[in-house]
């Protein structure tokens, strides 16, 4: 490893205030407010994730993000045209193509960027036409890297929760293909991100890998601004992140 890692960025995703919002409706919480608080607990960037069926995140707080954050936005996206056409519209710094199914809870994998090629290679070059970074959010898996470098996505983001949700020996067997995917990356080209389930516990590994440049965490955190407040958790996570990383590139003495 490097003994001088490249900076890691914290990408906040504020997607579940807005659930808890929505879950009584009215305005309250306000993820557009958390998105500001987290900028000031030092948030690289803000994600949110605009769904077909708008469970949490609506079209307007996507207008106010992009009116209000001083900080970069990632939209989360699925590859539809409805999705393209909004973010054509507001022209996010970034644009990150996700799966996405009415009836899941979450995002449960990684988008077959290969199997999907046909499809995905006019969206990913509207959104780079237009100045909009496109990242792929992916499964550590080499076909799907390539087949991300073929399509010209100069992003990915490795999908964490396989690894995050696993315990023990089945962990450190998700891990070791992030650090062959995030590997691989450099190989090929591609700027690496990670995400999805990372908590305090988890987080160290990946933040530790030098090819990793940004990770984007959402619902931990903002689970633990119940107990902690936003700002305390936002802290606690980036601490773990840039201990983790000084860590990695700390040369080992003989």
Known sequence: MSEHPLPLRLGVNIDHVATIRNARGGVFPDPVEAAKLSEQAGADGITAHLREDRRHISDKDIERLIEKLSV???????????????????????????????????????????????????????????????????????VQMDAAVALGAPVIELHTGAYCDARQVERRQHLDRIISAAAHSAEVGLEC???????????GAVAALPEVLELNIGHFLIGEAIFSGLESAIKRMRARM????????????T
């Open 193 to 203: 991100h990670a995400g999805h389930g990372l908590t305090y516990d988890t987080v």
């Open 72 to 142: 970069p936005l990632n939209f989360e996206m699925a590859p539809t045209s409805e999705m393209l056409e909004i973010a054509l519209k507001h022209q996010p710094h970034a644009a990150c193509l996700v799966p996405e199914k009415r009836e899941e809870r979450t995002t449960e994998g990684g988008l077959d960027v290969a199997g999907g090629f046909n499809h995905l290679k006019p969206i990913v070059d509207k959104l780079r036409n237009a100045g909009i970074r496109v990242s792929l959010f992916i499964e550590p898996d080499p």
């Open 242 to 253: 840039d201990t983790a990383r000084a860590e990695a590139g700390t040369p080992k003495s």
